[in-house]
């Protein structure tokens, strides 16, 4: 019932609120990603494996994962912590994978009001250059007795099913958001489309993203819209005596000035692509490099055991703005094993 009247309230708010159109909104399900895909540099949209969810390609869903999957990252040292897990069920014998994402951003420094706006003099009520103009101005200084600290919270939801068009596979991706930072509140619905389709070795696949627009309503009645992006990719798998080889490569044209550093831009048109490279030695260790949509060099492996697989990627660090290079951990757990200990309890 709850989700019902929210859908409501979304749909009148398209309506009759103030609508935006903004560059960021709905980028938690761009970084939320297994550690595999996060070391393949996220160039994964044609690449089905055991560790990919329908947050990848939505049309991923139609191949079920007889696992349960937990992600652990650590960005920013340790000022961002995102967790997510990713299951499937069946569905009247039709597959659904389920992406279930948590996000905290601590100790975030409100300075509102801690500003000592006395300008160039020092001194208040002087009413001199610089005396309340709400600018940091030379010799000015904040109060740090006013400044409080806040967190920023936000939920996601990402739900997939798949089935044929035209003889293609089609996968249907429904992602819902909300935020919480401080008093402020914030709900949102977005949809995705991914087709896949394999020719001989090599498989290729088309994802629209935010089709055909998706929106967050805020507790204030503001609407933030995100216009529609495309992905595509292309997987090539070939072997080597004991070795498998997968030779990733994406890009995302975005409507959106969605990277100051994207490598082709063109007024709101962005264009950023994906590299990745995994090497298996028997399906048991996985080694993986790539670089991803921020040129950001990535790297990782991957151990496989029969009841559970452990992967690690290392994300590399742009700038140097000391916030540290960032750490995924996934655990893959077989739905046979967990079902095994909990009938042993």
Same mark, same amino acid.
């Given at each position: 019932?709850?989700?019902?009247?929210?859908?409501?309230?979304?749909?009148? $708010?398209?309506?009759?609120?103030? +609508?935006?159109?903004? +560059?960021?909104?709905?980028?938690?399900?761009?970084?939320?990603? !297994?550690?595999?895909?996060?070391?393949? $540099?996220?160039?994964?949209?044609?690449?089905?494996?055991?560790?990919?969810?329908?947050?990848?390609?939505?049309?991923?869903?139609?191949?079920?994962?007889?696992?349960?999957?937990?992600?652990?990252?650590?960005?920013?040292?340790?000022?961002?912590?995102?967790?997510?897990?990713?299951?499937?069920?069946?569905?009247?014998?039709?597959?659904?994978?389920?992406?279930?994402?948590?996000?905290?951003?601590?100790?975030?420094?409100?300075?509102?009001?801690?500003?000592?706006?006395?300008?160039?003099?020092?001194?208040?009520?002087?009413?001199?250059?610089?005396?309340?103009?709400?600018?940091?101005?030379?010799?000015?200084?904040?109060?740090?007795?006013?400044?409080?600290?806040?967190?920023?919270?936000?939920?996601?939801?990402?739900?997939?099913?798949?089935?044929?068009?035209?003889?293609?596979?089609?996968?249907?991706?429904?992602?819902?958001?909300?935020?919480?930072?401080?008093?402020?509140?914030?709900?949102?619905?977005?949809?995705?489309?991914?087709?896949?389709?394999?020719?001989?070795?090599?498989?290729?696949?088309?994802?629209?993203?935010?089709?055909?627009?998706?929106?967050?309503?805020? +507790?204030?009645?503001?609407?933030?819209?995100?216009?529609?992006?495309?992905?595509? $990719?292309?997987?090539?798998?070939?072997?080597?005596?004991?070795?498998?080889?997968?030779?990733?490569?994406?890009?995302?044209?975005?409507?959106?000035?969605?990277?100051?550093?994207?490598?082709?831009?063109?007024?709101?048109?962005?264009?950023?692509?994906?590299?990745?490279?995994?090497?298996?030695?028997?399906?048991?260790?996985?080694?993986?490099?790539?670089?991803?949509?921020?040129?950001?060099?990535?790297?990782?492996?991957?151990?496989?055991?029969?009841?559970?697989?452990?992967?690690?990627?290392?994300?590399?660090?742009?700038?140097?703005?000391?916030?540290?290079?960032?750490?995924?951990?996934?655990?893959?757990? !077989?739905?046979?094993?967990?079902?095994?200990?909990?009938?042993?309890?």
């Amino acid at each position: 019932m709850k989700l019902a009247v929210r859908f409501l309230i979304i749909f009148f $708010g398209f309506l009759f609120s103030k +609508n935006l159109y903004v +560059n960021y909104a709905w980028e938690l399900f761009e970084y939320t990603q !297994s550690a595999e895909n996060s070391a393949l $540099g996220g160039a994964v949209y044609a690449f089905n494996s055991e560790s990919s969810t329908s947050i990848n390609n939505p049309v991923f869903s139609h191949s079920r994962k007889n696992n349960f999957s937990i992600t652990h990252q650590n960005r920013f040292s340790g000022m961002l912590v995102n967790d997510f897990i990713s299951f499937d069920i069946d569905n009247n014998k039709k597959n659904i994978n389920l992406n279930f994402i948590y996000e905290n951003i601590g100790l975030i420094p409100n300075t509102e009001n801690s500003l000592l706006d006395w300008g160039n003099d020092g001194q208040f009520g002087t009413n001199d250059s610089g005396e309340g103009n709400g600018i940091l101005d030379p010799g000015e200084r904040l109060d740090a007795e006013k400044i409080s600290f806040f967190n920023q919270r936000r939920f996601g939801f990402y739900g997939a099913f798949s089935g044929f068009f035209i003889n293609y596979p089609i996968g249907i991706g429904l992602k819902i958001i909300s935020t919480k930072i401080e008093q402020n509140l914030s709900f949102g619905i977005g949809f995705d489309v991914g087709i896949i389709k394999k020719l001989k070795n090599l498989d290729y696949a088309v994802i629209i993203e935010n089709f055909p627009s998706s929106g967050i309503l805020w +507790n204030d009645g503001i609407i933030e819209k995100t216009l529609p992006s495309l992905k595509m $990719g292309l997987n090539k798998c070939f072997r080597f005596e004991k070795l498998k080889y997968n030779f990733l490569i994406a890009n995302k044209i975005s409507l959106s000035e969605r990277h100051i550093n994207s490598q082709i831009r063109f007024n709101n048109l962005s264009v950023d692509f994906l590299i990745g490279l995994q090497i298996a030695y028997k399906d048991r260790l996985i080694l993986r490099f790539g670089r991803n949509h921020i040129n950001n060099i990535t790297g990782g492996i991957g151990f496989i055991f029969r009841d559970f697989k452990i992967d690690y990627a290392f994300l590399n660090s742009s700038y140097n703005y000391n916030l540290g290079s960032h750490h995924i951990f996934s655990f893959h757990l !077989s739905n046979k094993w967990i079902k095994k200990k909990l009938d042993n309890l």
